[in-house]
């Protein structure tokens, strides 16, 4: 009998299946042309892709450190994403990576460990980037901001902390249509005097006008259909003053503050503001247990308020609008990436399960 089955199985084409858990994704995010294709992060250094609306994922790609920040770039035609060493693009016709940004000298003396918190990269030819690194030292973390215009061969720094009061940067931003115009926004620095503020640049950085000073700033967001309109929103402020959402309708010059009504939990943050880019009426705002949206451009607003220690919603992290359905918005949070056709008011689960099949 042990003969008999030995030659079986000799003889045999043996199916191997293997179920592998991806037990929590961030920054999920919907292909804008493929439908029911979306990417995400793993929580280590993968890059893994699902074609039918997350039912099943498939590794698209793997680094050798810690990935960060998963963000269409290239007219949505690539992945750009952040490690340890740099900002790395992803082509999305052959999975190849096409573009490299290695991360610049922090140059700041004591400096035990440097990160990069946020970057954007502008238009399609990949040659303009604005990258914020935090950067630890002995007591205290204090950033730096740098640009460049020729893919990373020359960086030029443009803030740091030190140099501004010690009021560090959360969100960098470039404005479309125009690489020499930045936008920072401004935390919580050490002396409570001085903080905040909305910095903006329309030199690449060697000048700055500041708007909304005294006003702690973290997300920032413009719109994809009309660049003259963009929203900033409050970030952590210790309860110096009360939480926020600003809109500007002329590129910056000036602000109104959006009628939208808060509880109050812990932090009271804003953390990402997200545009539908097929219609841009429909806004999404995560806050650490509110979900915030409209679908007039902001003349109303609906929230949904969840449980501060519920596990299907606390820190929305990012949001990503389903090109082909206005309603399906896949939310990442601290936790599981939820799914809501409600714009937040109901969630659901998506599924971190993949099935590998090999011969």
Excluded at 267 to 283: E, G, R
Aim: hydrophobic share 35%; proline share 4%; with cysteine.
């Amino acid at each position: 009998m042990l003969l008999l089955f030995c030659c079986v199985v000799a003889n045999a084409q043996i199916k191997y299946e293997s179920n592998t858990g991806y037990t929590r994704l961030f920054d999920v995010t919907y292909d804008a042309t493929v439908q029911n294709k979306i990417y995400a992060l793993t929580l280590s250094n993968h890059i893994v892709v699902s074609t039918n609306q997350g039912a099943d994922w498939q590794l698209l790609h793997t680094h050798t450190s810690k990935l960060n920040s998963l963000k269409l770039v290239n007219n949505n035609t690539a992945l750009a994403f952040s490690a340890k060493e740099g900002v790395y693009v992803l082509s999305l016709t052959d999975n190849s990576v096409t573009k490299f940004f290695p991360i610049p000298d922090p140059n700041v003396e004591g400096a035990t460990d440097f990160w990069i918190s946020d970057y954007d990269i502008y238009g399609t030819d990949n040659s303009t980037i604005v990258v914020n690194l935090g950067i630890k030292l002995d007591l205290v973390n204090v950033t730096k901001v740098f640009y460049s215009n020729n893919a990373a061969v020359l960086w030029k720094e443009i803030y740091y902390s030190d140099d501004n009061n010690f009021v560090p940067v959360n969100k960098v931003a470039i404005a479309p249509g125009n690489p020499e115009k930045i936008f920072v926004t401004r935390g919580l620095g050490p002396d409570l005097d001085v903080y905040g503020g909305l910095f903006i640049s329309n030199d690449a950085g060697t000048t700055w006008t500041e708007k909304l000073p005294g006003i702690v700033l973290d997300p920032i967001a413009i719109n994809p259909e009309n660049t003259q309109e963009i929203m900033v929103a409050t970030g952590v402020s210790l309860e110096i003053h009360p939480e926020y959402v600003y809109k500007s309708s002329d590129n910056g010059e000036s602000w109104i503050a959006q009628n939208i009504t808060w509880t109050n939990v812990i932090n009271d943050n804003v953390l990402k503001i997200v545009y539908n880019p097929k219609n841009t009426d429909n806004i999404i705002i995560l806050e650490e247990n509110e979900i915030v949206s409209t679908t007039d451009g902001g003349a109303s607003w609906s929230n949904k308020v969840y449980d501060q220690y519920a596990v299907d919603y606390t820190n929305g992290l990012n949001a990503s609008f389903d090109p082909s359905d206005d309603n399906r918005v896949i939310i990442s949070t601290n936790y599981y990436p939820q799914v809501t056709t409600d714009f937040g008011a109901t969630l659901t689960q998506l599924n971190l399960h993949s099935t590998i099949h090999t011969q």
